[in-house]
């Protein structure tokens, strides 16, 4: 028989127009909840604000490593969104794909080689904060700073943005004693003729999981001991940290002007023993951490095995009654550890079934019970299997209550970490995302930027035909939040306040309307929807945003669900509505502030979601 040409599968040519473009599904789905997403970074931040309520701690939200395997850039929008303003990441790779998918909020990387001139560059032409660990590292950043200094007009050069590494007992990576006094030296030198800017100081803890341990306080004197030596060096450090996760539960004492936690963002418990878990403000913290991540895969073929007959690699699981088993498409090439080979459960329609057999590098297979037993019946091919998620009721194999498997329980099973766990998944997992990863929030932000750095992430979550309301008192940053909803969105148009156009449209990918509710619709109670559609817009009102400043009062009018969005000055009286406001029944034409926003007053942000 003549063999057939396979060159027209190669090249396509066969392929309908309903396969040859679309993406592929994989069998193995990994989860990913952004608003559990969300909550984990409201309940840190929060933690981190109530412990020192007049200076409260910042949160960076690390996202190294894929965002732990969750997708680092849908993590960032997510956390950023929700109470985060700086971003952490191990490498400079990881934080130019951040900016190379338009998140603009500051990105500390600190895991690179000194050597390395292109991927120094490439940090500094990013906007890239970088760790120094290292006299090398210094030098590197210095030497390529000081030749675009010699290049560039005083105004054009931007100081790369440095952050100092502390060895205080980890002995992993920070400036070693040996090395610190010249540090100092380098560091101020380069500081004081502005070739770079040294922002803060970091250390991490050996042992923050246990928190009781001696060595915890030790680490601190001699990180306090650091930062005394940097600033009497003339080194302004002004944004300090060391909290990972386990010390941003339990040590507020650490929390300086930010905390850096990674796993407990992404709901997984960071501490070793219960009695850690309530933190310095009253409540149990790690409680209400939500994991986010759940990894799962369908039934793809049932058989019926004999008595007698074995299963998987080596037989090392035999059947002593005919039994039913099932198979699941993920295996060690897909992170299941092959330790795991008869040491797991998966549960199916709410049911815990154990895996049999030795774990394969691209299956497993579960007994479901015996031949005609209810639970085999129960279980039909494409049915999914939960590998591991979060934590809930069901029914256990041995027919009593039981838990989901969660990576926990494999992490103790295999006794490791479930960082571990989580981060194993790879190479022909799907990732998909559900939630909109907003959930109802407040934080306190320091400057413009940072309100517009929150504004660009909110805007992620937003849809068409979505309304924001944007209500407080004049001055308070509602044009300037707008405005960075717009740069989120990728708009076109200068943003400026609505006051008297009515409506500003600016084109883009999802159109954005700017909309002054007062002017709108005056003393009228019409919905503010219907009133806006009356107008002569080329813009189609289902296919935009609509955001509206001045409509609180109004938004009682509206027919559809829309976020409240509500800006407070954060320092004394003045988060009260003046009288002048709109919302307390002034026109805010006759006392329009010029200054939208004073850039170095902090404001308080608050935004919930209102259902119909």
């Known amino acids: 028989m003549p063999i057939q040409s396979s060159s027209h599968a190669a090249s396509g040519d066969h392929l309908s127009a309903d396969s040859s473009d679309v993406a592929l599904p994989g069998l193995l789905t990994m989860t990913i909840d952004r608003d559990a997403l969300a909550h984990n970074a409201q309940v840190v931040a929060r933690n981190a604000q109530l412990a020192n ?12 490593a894929n965002g732990y395997n969750h997708g680092a850039v849908e993590a960032a929008r997510v956390f950023l969104a929700n109470g985060a303003t700086q971003l952490g990441v191990a490498t400079i790779t990881e934080a130019v794909e951040l900016r190379r998918a338009g998140i603009s909020a500051p990105i500390l990387a600190w895991i690179w080689n000194a050597d390395d001139h292109v991927s120094v560059k490439a940090a500094l032409d990013y906007g890239i904060d970088l760790g120094v660990p290292t006299l090398a590292h210094i030098r590197a950043i210095v030497d390529e700073a000081t030749k ?67 060595s915890n306080n030790r680490q601190k004197a001699q990180f306090d001991a650091a930062i005394e ?6 080194i302004p450090v002004r944004i300090n940290h060391m909290c990972n996760s386990p010390a941003s539960v339990t040590r507020p004492d650490m929390f ?51 008595a007698g007959e074995s299963v998987s690699y080596g037989g090392t699981w035999t059947a002593d009654v005919d039994t039913v088993t099932g198979v699941v498409p993920a295996g060690y090439a897909d992170g299941i550890p092959r330790a795991l080979s008869g040491r797991m459960e998966v549960a199916i329609n709410g049911r815990r079934y154990p895996q049999i057999g030795r774990v394969c590098m691209d299956q497993i297979v579960v007994a479901l019970g015996p031949a ?24 256990g194999s041995n027919g009593k209550p039981a838990s989901l498997p969660t990576a926990t329980e494999l992490a103790e099973t295999l006794g490791t970490i479930h960082y571990e766990i989580l981060t194993s998944p790879h190479t ?6 559900v939630g909109r990863g907003l959930v109802d929030g407040r934080v306190r932000v320091r400057n413009a930027e940072a309100t ?28 300037t939040f707008t405005q960075g909803l717009a740069r989120g969105l990728h708009v076109s148009g200068r943003v400026t306040s609505p006051t008297f156009t009515i409506a500003r449209e600016h084109p883009g990918p999802v159109p954005l309307i700017h909309v002054d509710a007062y002017r709108l619709l005056g003393d009228t109670t019409t919905d503010p929807i219907g009133a806006l559609d009356s107008l002569d817009l080329d813009t189609r009102i289902p296919d935009s945003i609509v955001v509206a400043e001045w409509a609180a009062d ?12 509500r800006l407070e000055r954060a320092t004394g009286g003045s988060e009260k509505s003046d009288g002048n406001d709109a919302s307390a029944g002034g026109d805010p034409s006759t006392s329009a502030d010029p200054v939208d926003f004073d850039e170095d007053e902090p404001r308080v942000i608050s935004w919930t979601w209102v259902r119909r």
Request: some cysteine.
């Open 554 to 565: 109004m938004a009682d009018a509206l027919e559809q669900d829309y976020l409240l969005i």
């Open 428 to 433: 022909r997992v799907h990732r998909r995302y």
């Open 53 to 64: 309520p007049d200076h409260p701690a910042e949160l960076m939200a690390v996202v190294k």
């Open 256 to 306: 300086y002007q930010m905390v850096r936690p990674g796993v407990a963002l992404y709901g997984m418990d960071p501490l070793e023993e219960p009695a850690d878990r309530t933190s310095s403000t009253g409540f149990s913290l790690t409680s209400q951490l939500k994991p986010a991540m759940t990894l799962s895969a369908p039934i793809v073929a049932k058989r019926l095995v004999k």
């Open 148 to 214: 675009r200094k010699r290049f560039q007009e005083d105004w054009e050069f931007v100081p790369p943005r440095v952050t100092v590494m502390v060895d205080s007992g980890l002995s992993r990576s920070g400036i070693s004693p040996d090395q610190w006094d010249d540090a100092l030296k380098e560091l101020s030198a380069a500081s004081s003729d502005s070739i770079i800017d040294v922002t803060g100081a970091f250390t991490h803890l050996a042992s923050a999981d246990a928190a009781d341990n001696p």
């Open 372 to 395: 005609g037993s209810e639970q085999a019946s129960a279980v039909h091919q494409g049915d999914e299997a939960i590998i591991f998620g979060p934590p809930g009721e069901c029914i």
């Open 452 to 479: 517009q750095t929150l504004a660009e992430s909110i805007a992620h979550a937003l849809r068409p035909g979505d309304v924001v309301v944007l209500d407080g008192p004049l001055g308070a940053g509602k044009t």
């Open 229 to 234: 030596e940097l600033q009497a060096a003339g």
